[in-house]
């Protein structure tokens, strides 16, 4: 009988290096594929951020754009309304001319005589007089004469003040009356 000896432990040795050495590189393959996943993922999301940034700045320069815009619109409806303002005003101006002509016409008309106008002021609807007169029935005559138009009424003598410059019994006084512009039929002259 024959004793063999076989020794096993290199072939075993051997095959755990060989076994060590396949983990070790499937180890270092398994880190390397990780390492260009987490790039490859890493390149895909800053190409997204930046595409992201890119849209985002060319929709706030779209957003500065129609904000100028707006400006100019409003800009524009501004000059519009003053424009319409100011034809508005022209307009008015052009129809209340034959009034503003007729109602200076009736102050002449209406003036007695021995009175003399120095101030007309007009206020709204109303007319501000200052004047004088030759005695106080003249002024009183005057309230009359305005009583009596179709284009005033309510005049009120607001003060009376004697002007010995102008003569004896001269006064000098300021009044108000109302002006009421009468309708183009009842007009009549």
């Not at 390149?43 to 100019?72: N, P, T």
């Not at 034959?98 to 609807?125: C, H, I, K, W, Y």
Request: charged fraction near 25%; hydrophobic fraction near 45%.
């Amino acid at each position: 009988m024959v004793n063999l000896k076989i020794n096993l432990l290199p072939w075993r040795q051997k095959r755990r290096d060989r076994l060590q050495r396949e983990f070790l590189n499937g180890l270092a393959a398994a880190g390397l594929i990780a390492v260009l996943l987490l790039v490859g993922a890493w390149r895909v999301y800053e190409s997204e951020i930046d595409g992201q940034k890119a849209r985002v700045a060319f929709i706030v320069s779209e957003i500065e754009g129609l904000d100028a815009r707006i400006a100019e619109i409003r800009t524009l409806q501004k000059k519009r309304k003053e424009l319409l303002d100011r034809m508005r005003v022209i307009q008015e101006l052009q129809g209340n001319r034959p009034v503003s002509v007729r109602l200076f016409d009736e102050l002449a008309r209406q003036l007695t005589n021995n009175v003399f106008f120095e101030r007309l002021t007009l206020r709204g609807g109303n007319i501000d007089v200052s004047g004088v007169a030759e005695d106080n029935s003249r002024i009183s005559e005057q309230l009359r004469a305005f009583d009596g138009s179709l284009w005033f009424k309510g005049g009120n003598v607001t003060s009376i003040n004697a002007f010995p410059q102008a003569g004896p019994e001269a006064s000098r006084f300021e009044l108000s009356v109302e002006v009421s512009a009468p309708s183009a039929g009842a007009e009549g002259s």
